[in-house]
């Protein structure tokens, strides 16, 4: 089913700007986001992300710009008449109230019904499977469950929009990656629209479906995790997400279907063109997954390759991570899978190797 164009503008943020003292917190921030979205806003602390949140709940107001919600501009709206619930990273549950009591808390300050806030509570115990936890109190669960609990607080008043406040920041880390997934299989369950903010790029990349990246109060750059991941538009973003290895270097070739890129120690070969002119500098970034290493020089081209010594290798179980010197100096990271127990080649600490990679490996920097 296609979505409509209103689907596709359930929250509109229109060139909002927020100033604060005379520093400007928010930047001319615009994006559409698509009505049962889960949307991400992401960037170091500071970058304006939680303001922006915070705007979208009515807890700041805009200095210039709009917000609206399927259509209503929600500066007319005081906070407690906002369709939405917001979730802290604190959770801020009432530890004198039993689960079934948290969950019911804003209901009853709304003066609904005894068997209509009954039938919702019990509803949305089953939806995070807390049922047989209903008469505990909040010091009594774990981590994990507390979370659930925020949870469904504040999907009980059924919400058009659901904001989420670093929501996974107090769990460790084997528990967060379990919670991200459970948490968003219950947000796709209820069809709520959801905006997140979070500095934790791995959070961001699991549960959203579009994010943004920001910094200094813009976006930089919005789009699907895969995109921002393999295409980033520009070397904060490229640097920001994941592991990348950047290259500094000059553009000697410029054709439509190639260029070729001259580095401190290789050139590289890019099997795509790109908007420049020879002679301008650019940035080469790689992954560190899409580079290989060999005990001798690939025989079959003179691009994509620069020969190293191991300085320092991490082994992370599932992969191992070789530090690589380059005559110039310059470190490059690769990951290497450990898809068999034990390999035939072998690197380790002080070998010559040679690093090397695919034409379509690069994605080229130009800002």
Same mark, same amino acid.
Request: aromatic share 8%; hydrophobic share 35%; glycine share 6%.
């Given at each position: 089913m296609v979505a409509t164009d209103k689907?596709?503008? &359930?929250?509109?943020?229109?060139?909002?700007?927020?100033? &604060?003292?005379?520093?400007?917190a928010v930047n001319h921030a615009n994006v559409d986001i698509a009505k049962g979205e889960i949307f991400a806003l992401l960037g170091p602390s500071g970058c304006g992300k939680s303001t922006l949140l915070r705007m979208l709940a009515g807890f700041e107001t805009p200095t210039s710009g709009r917000i609206l919600l399927n259509g209503v501009d929600l500066a007319t709206l005081p906070p407690y008449e906002r369709p939405m619930n917001m979730m802290f990273q604190s959770y801020a549950l009432f530890p004198h109230l039993t689960v079934w009591e948290n969950i019911a808390f804003g209901l009853k300050r709304e003066?609904?019904?005894?068997?209509?806030?009954?039938?919702?509570?019990?509803? =949305?115990?089953?939806? +995070?499977?807390?049922?047989?936890?209903?008469?505990?109190?909040p010091h009594q669960l774990s981590g994990g469950q507390q979370q659930r609990v925020a949870l469904a607080r504040s999907l009980a008043k059924q919400p058009q929009l659901l904001l989420l406040d670093e929501p996974l920041g107090a769990l460790d880390k084997k528990l967060r990656e379990q919670t991200q997934i459970e948490l968003v299989n219950i947000i796709e369950q209820v069809g709520v629209t959801c905006v997140m903010v979070t500095h934790d790029q791995e959070e961001a990349m699991t549960m959203a479906t579009r994010l943004a +990246? =920001?910094?200094?109060?813009? &976006?930089?750059? +919005?789009?699907?995790?895969?995109?921002?991941?393999?295409?980033?538009a520009t070397r904060f973003v490229a640097d920001f997400i994941g592991n990348v290895n950047l290259m500094d270097g000059t553009l000697t070739v410029d054709e439509p279907d190639h260029v070729v890129i001259a580095s401190a120690d290789c050139k590289h070969y890019v099997g795509h063109g790109i908007t420049g002119t020879e002679g301008m500098p650019v940035t080469v970034a790689l992954r560190p997954e899409k580079i290989h290493i060999s005990h001798h020089k690939p025989a079959e081209d003179e691009f994509n390759c620069a020969p190293g010594k191991i300085k320092e290798l991490s082994y992370f179980g599932m992969f191992t991570v070789y530090h690589v010197v380059l005559p110039s100096g310059a470190l490059i990271k690769v990951s290497m899978a450990n898809t068999q127990r034990h390999r035939d080649e072998l690197y380790t600490w002080g070998d010559e190797v040679w690093v090397h990679w695919s034409r379509s490996a690069h994605v080229v920097l130009t800002q």
């Open positions: 689907e596709k503008q &359930f929250l509109q943020i229109q060139d909002v700007v927020k100033d &604060f003292d005379g520093h400007r003066g609904q019904p005894k068997d209509r806030i009954a039938e919702r509570v019990e509803a =949305m115990l089953k939806l +995070v499977q807390l049922t047989k936890y209903a008469q505990r109190k +990246v =920001m910094s200094e109060g813009r &976006f930089l750059q +919005v789009g699907q995790p895969s995109e921002i991941y393999e295409t980033p």
